[in-house]
Nanobody, 117 residues
């Protein structure tokens, strides 16, 4: 069974940092573009960043220069390093795997990020 398990969320002060991790099953990880999305209360889920198997990254404008996505292809884990956090970054962050061949989406359970002002 394909599974994504996130960790690393929590409460941080304005301007602080957090690192999110997402571990995936090996077959899913190697066959997918990995990404992070977020959803704040009352808002739609939105893309934060994605990374391909070869390491090509894509970021939403609102995180450019502050967040960094990376993947460890040996340990089947994708990371999101979040720096200079703002209150508007507060949301539930979801790990996503989109398979290359069928474009099927897999989602983690989500991890809460809270930023105090």
């Amino acid at each position: 069974q394909e599974e994504l398990v996130e960790s690393g969320g929590g409460l941080v002060q304005y301007g602080g940092s957090l690192r999110l991790s997402c571990a995936a099953s090996g077959s899913l990880f190697s066959s997918s573009v990995m990404g992070w999305y977020r959803q704040a209360p009352g808002k739609q889920r939105e893309l934060v960043a994605t990374i391909t198997r070869s390491g090509i990254t894509n970021y939403n404008d609102f995180v450019k220069g502050r967040f960094t996505i990376s993947r460890d292809n040996t340990n089947n884990t994708v990371y999101l390093q979040m720096n200079r956090l703002k209150p508007e970054d507060a949301a539930v962050y979801y790990c996503n795997a989109k398979t290359y061949w069928t474009r099927t989406d897999y989602w983690g359970q989500g991890t809460q990020v809270t930023v105090s002002s």
